[in-house]
C-alpha cells in the first residue's frame, strides 16, 4: 500500500498536466485490466446461488421449474385464478366470484390452525428459539427469536405489544393489503392482487410481489389466508400455497413461505387494563439466497423494517375512526372467520400424540413377545434332546432302546416347539 501511495504522490509531482494524465491512465490500466478478467471470469464461473439472485435461470433450473409446475397443475385444479381486483382498481369494481367458491378451503385447513397453535404454545417439537432482539418504547415493544432447523431455512419468531390497541384493529391492519401499499409502512410490497376467495370462511388466494436488494431480482408469492378465533384471540395463518399461475423470470416465485400470526389482548404495562395487544408472529420462507447471507441480512433490517409497522398501525386507526372510511375488500374478508377452542384443540392434539405413543409401544411389546416366544419355544426342544443324548450314552441296552430314547425325545421337543 505505501508502495501505491509512494508511486501516486511521484505521478502528482509532474509539472505538466499531460504527463499527469498519460501516467495515471499507464499506472490504472493494469488494475482496470485486471478487474475486467475478473468479472469475466467471475461470470463465466458464477455459482447457482449467484444466478437465483440475479433473477437467471439455467436450463436445469428452468426444466425442473416446469417439471414443478406441472406437478403443481396436476395437484391443484381447484385453483383457478378468477378475475381478479389489485390494488389499483376502484372498490366498485369487485366482480362477484363463482358461487361454488363460497365452500372453498383455498388449500388453508384446520391442520395449518393446528400447527400455528403448537407453534403459540410453544409444543411443536422444534429446536429452541434464541433470541435475537429485544426493544422497547413508550408506545409499544418488540422482542426476536431465531431457531435454525438442520433442513430448511432459518425461522423466525417475534413479539410485539402495542398500547391502545385492540386486536380486531391489528388483525384488519395486517390483513389490509391496500393501506400497506397506500401508507407505505410495509415499503417491500410493490404490489397484490386477489386470485380468489371464500366467502364463507374468509379465505384468501393472494398474489404479492415484493422488493429485494438490488443485487436480487423482486420476488412474487402466491399465499393463502385465513383467520380463526379463540376467545377474543385470532389465529391469522399466510402461507404459500400449490397453484397453477405461471412463473417468470422475473419476478422469481418463492414457494415456500410461512407468516402467521396471533393477535390477542393482553394487559397494559401502564395500567394493567386489557388496552394493549400482542402480535405472536412466525416466519420463515426460501427466498433463495444463500442462508447465512439471508441471516446476515435479516439481522441488519430488521429493526428498520419492524419500527415503520408502529406509525403505520396509529395512521391506521386513524384512518379507521373517519366515519367516512370504507374497508378494503381485504379487511372486509378478515372479518370473516372460523370460532373454535384453543384448548380442546391442544388437547386432542396431545391425546392424539399420547394415543400414537402408546400404539408405539404397544406395537414393540408384541415385536418382542414374539422374539420371547421364540427363544422360550426353542429351549425345551434343546433340553430334552440334550437329555435324550445323556441318557442314551449312560444306558447300554442296544440299538433298540436308544431308538426308542430318541423317538420320545423327538415327540417332546415337538410340544416344547408349539409352546
Known sequence: MAVILNCLIEILKKPAIGEIFSELVIFFAPLWIALAVGLFVGWAWRPNWAVECLGFQSSESIAADSNEEKNKMGLSANFNPLRSRDSTMNEKAIVLRNPESQKKE????????????????????????????????????????????????????????????????????????????????????????????????????VKWVRKFPFFCSDRDYIIGRRIWNSNGAYYCVTKGVPNNVPRHNKPRRVDIYYSSWCIRPVESKRDGRMTACQVLLFHHEEMGIPKEIAKIGIRQGMWGCVRRIEPGLRAYQIFRSNPESSLSRSAELANIYTKFDAKQL??????????????????????????????????????????????????????????????????????????
Request: glycine share 8%.
Open 106 to 205: 383455498l388449500a388453508i385447513t384446520e391442520a395449518d390452525l393446528g400447527h400455528l397453535c403448537r407453534l403459540v404454545e410453544e409444543k411443536d417439537g422444534g429446536p429452541t428459539w434464541h433470541k435475537m432482539m429485544d426493544k422497547s418504547l413508550p408506545t409499544w415493544s418488540y422482542q426476536a427469536w431465531r431457531r435454525d432447523p438442520e433442513v430448511g431455512s432459518s425461522q423466525y419468531r417475534s413479539s410485539t405489544v402495542f398500547e391502545d390497541a385492540t386486536a380486531e384493529i391489528v388483525r384488519d391492519f395486517f390483513w389490509d393489503d391496500e393501506f400497506r401499499i397506500k401508507n407505505g409502512w410495509d415499503d417491500m410490497l410493490l404490489q397484490y392482487e386477489t386470485l380468489d376467495e371464500c366467502t364463507s370462511t374468509g379465505t384468501m388466494l
Open 346 to 419: 391442544i388437547l386432542n392434539d396431545e391425546k392424539k400424540v399420547d394415543e400414537e405413543k402408546n400404539n408405539n409401544d404397544s406395537m414393540e411389546i408384541v415385536e418382542e413377545g414374539k422374539k420371547e416366544r421364540q427363544i422360550l419355544g426353542n429351549v425345551p426342544k434343546v433340553l430334552v434332546i440334550g437329555g435324550a443324548v445323556a441318557l442314551a450314552c449312560t444306558i447300554d441296552h442296544g440299538l433298540v432302546t436308544k431308538a426308542v430314547i430318541f423317538g420320545v425325545a423327538r415327540q417332546f421337543a415337538r410340544i416344547g416347539r408349539r409352546l
